[in-house]
């Protein structure tokens, strides 16, 4: 056997072992957002709940026992690509509305249209239950400005186009 033959079948075989691995560090960096299971909640009602298959939610979780959920389990909901966080379950106040709803929880409208299979914003209404993203509490923000004398924070939120509430929590 020639030299050159030998070295391409070589090569050959490191691919043909290596390959398969890329796969499955490709499948594993994707990120996906929790749901943390809740009293009641069985692998149908939470499959049913955000629209998948009870099989994909227990292939991506590899649960055993799909009829042993444990309350406080947090199971990887797969089909929400681009989300991140905890996913919470949140009942419509009264007068809410997906702008509102979009700026109380600083989740983009098109999140929570996606989360919840809205086909109109008037799906929301007093008493829904809405699938919605919680990010990480422990990042801490910092202050956006500190106010000048004589300045209100009315004025400060309109140099930031910023909601005044949300100054008043960020600068406690």
Known sequence: MYRWQRVISLKLVLFLI??????????SSVEL???????GDTINTIASR????????????????????TIGTPLKIPGYEGITGTL????????????????????EKNTIIRLNQ???P???Y???????????????QTALKTMGRGETILETA?????????????NQ
Not at 50 to 69: E, H, K, M, R, T
Not at 88 to 107: E, R
Request: proline share 7%; charged share 10%; hydrophobic share 50%.
């Open 18 to 27: 290596w390959f398969p691995f890329r796969s499955v560090f490709a499948q």
């Open 33 to 39: 957002p929790v749901y943390i299971v809740q009293s």
């Open 50 to 69: 955000f629209g998948i298959s009870a099989q994909d939610l227990i292939a991506v979780n590899q649960i055993a026992n799909p009829d042993l959920l």
């Open 88 to 107: 919470t379950l949140t009942v419509a106040p009264l007068g809410a509305n997906l702008s509102s709803i979009s700026k109380q929880f600083q989740v």
């Open 118 to 120: 809205l086909t109109s």
């Open 122 to 124: 008037a799906q929301i």
């Open 126 to 140: 007093v008493g829904s239950t809405l699938i919605l993203p919680q990010q990480d509490q422990s990042i801490e």
């Open 158 to 170: 309109a140099s930031f186009s910023e909601n005044p509430w949300k100054l008043i929590l960020l």
